[in-house]
């Protein structure tokens, strides 16, 4: 295909080049709406189409920053970019205290910006909580308090609760693989603060890091969740996206 598109740009120059460019992109992608990553059986299906088009989606943003960076496809092939769920199939608790208490440092966090709402008694539990060292004598108190917690973190009232925004490609995202396995069901938060503490030592696909900040979602509530509506304003994007090589193509036949 490259070779072909080489031809094309020597042969023929650069407008029958950019549209046989835009012709290929627009056979190899299908429309988001028709794409879910499983089926009602449970069954894994359009794994290849949904990771295409999250990769176009991540070359498009790439030409849309302000730097004009160049997309980094040697980076895409030697990581082995993958599919990572933003809100997890399978949520992972903290299990470990230390766990618990990064876990913890991110909640009181967004609690102290006020994007998220806590009781006092909680905010005050959460202060003694990261204050404390495990022993085996409170260890039934320790892990009583941290349920109440997490109890009120799950509490959101717009959370994924159906398989089609669970399985939307609206919850899908690339990650290269050491990354995917490091975040892997964790909680949305826990995931975005690994992601961030990332940067610079690694490459984030530009989308990604701007899912995990929300840049997507019209009107962010909370960075400790991730929303059925955060699925839908990103599935729009990936929408938008799509119609925008679809209709290029339409307008340089």
Request: hydrophobic residues 40%.
């Amino acid at each position: 295909c490259i070779f072909n598109w080489l031809q094309c740009f020597e042969k023929e120059g650069i407008m029958k080049f950019k549209q046989q460019l835009l012709g290929d992109i627009s056979k190899s992608i299908k429309d988001p709406a028709s794409l879910v990553y499983k089926n009602a059986e449970g069954k894994e299906v359009n794994r290849d189409a949904i990771h295409s088009l999250l990769l176009l989606h991540n070359v498009y943003r790439t030409m849309q920053s302000p730097e004009k960076m160049r997309f980094p496809f040697h980076l895409f092939f030697k990581e082995e970019w993958e599919l990572e769920h933003i809100y997890p199939q399978h949520p992972k608790v903290p299990e470990k205290w230390e766990e618990r208490k990064e876990w913890l440092k991110n909640v009181s966090e967004n609690v102290e910006k006020g994007i998220i709402a806590f009781p006092e008694e909680l905010k005050s539990t959460i202060k003694e909580l990261l204050n404390q060292t495990e022993s085996n004598e409170e260890k039934g108190a320790l892990d009583e308090h941290f349920q109440s917690i997490l109890q009120a973190y799950l509490a959101t009232p717009n959370a994924i609760d159906k398989a089609e925004d669970l399985h939307s490609v609206g919850n899908l995202c690339l990650l290269p693989k050491a990354l995917n396995i490091s975040v892997s069901n964790h909680p949305f938060a826990v995931k975005r603060n690994i992601l961030r503490q990332k940067v610079g030592a690694a490459y984030i696909p530009i989308a990604t890091r701007e899912v995990f900040n929300k840049v997507f979602s019209a009107h962010p509530a909370s960075y400790l969740y991730w929303e059925a509506t955060d699925v839908q304003d990103y599935f729009k994007e990936l929408c938008a996206t799509y119609h925008f090589y679809v209709s290029s193509k339409a307008d340089n036949p």
